[in-house]
C-alpha cells in the first residue's frame, strides 16, 4: 500500500499564490505516476495535474495551465503543486493520487491510492 498526506492549503486572495505538498510513504517503488485533482462543493473531482514518476512527463487541465506548476522529488517521494494567480474558481478540496501503472493520467480511475485532500480556498 501507498499512503499520501498531502499539506500547503489554506486561506489566500485573488491573485495569491500557494504551494501543495503530497508525501507517499510506503510501497513508493510501484509508484507509476501521480496527480492531483479536486473537488470544489457540489462538483464532481476534476483533474488538475499529473505527472510520471520516472520521465517527468506532466499534464494539466486547460483552466489551470499557464498557472499551476506540478513537480516531483523522486527521492524525498514528494510530488508539489504550484499554484500562482489563483481564481475564486479554484476554491476546492485538493487531493494527491498516485497509480501503480498510469497510462491515461487525466483519469481518476487510473489511480490507486488517494489523500485525505486538503482545503483551498480563493476569496474574491
Known amino acids: 500500500q501507498v499512503q499520501l498526506v498531502e499539506s500547503g492549503g489554506g486561506l489566500v486572495q485573488t491573485g495569491g499564490s500557494l504551494r501543495l505538498s503530497c508525501a507517499a510513504s510506503?510501497?513508493?517503488?510501484?509508484?507509476?505516476?501521480m496527480g492531483w485533482f479536486r473537488q470544489a462543493p457540489g462538483k464532481e473531482r476534476e483533474f488538475v495535474a499529473a505527472?510520471?514518476?520516472?520521465?517527468?512527463?506532466?499534464y494539466y487541465a486547460d483552466p489551470v495551465k499557464g498557472r499551476f506548476t506540478i513537480s516531483r522529488d523522486n527521492a524525498k517521494n514528494m510530488v508539489y503543486l504550484q499554484m500562482n494567480s489563483l481564481k475564486p474558481e479554484d476554491t476546492a478540496v485538493y487531493y494527491c493520487?498516485?497509480?501503480?501503472?498510469?497510462?491515461?493520467?487525466?483519469?481518476?480511475?487510473?489511480?490507486?491510492?488517494w489523500g485525505q485532500g486538503t482545503q483551498v480556498t480563493v476569496s474574491s
Open positions: 493520487a498516485a497509480g501503480d501503472a498510469t497510462y491515461y493520467y487525466t483519469e481518476a480511475y487510473e489511480y490507486d491510492h
Open positions: 510506503g510501497r513508493t517503488g510501484n509508484i507509476d505516476g
Open positions: 505527472i510520471s514518476w520516472s520521465g517527468g512527463r506532466t
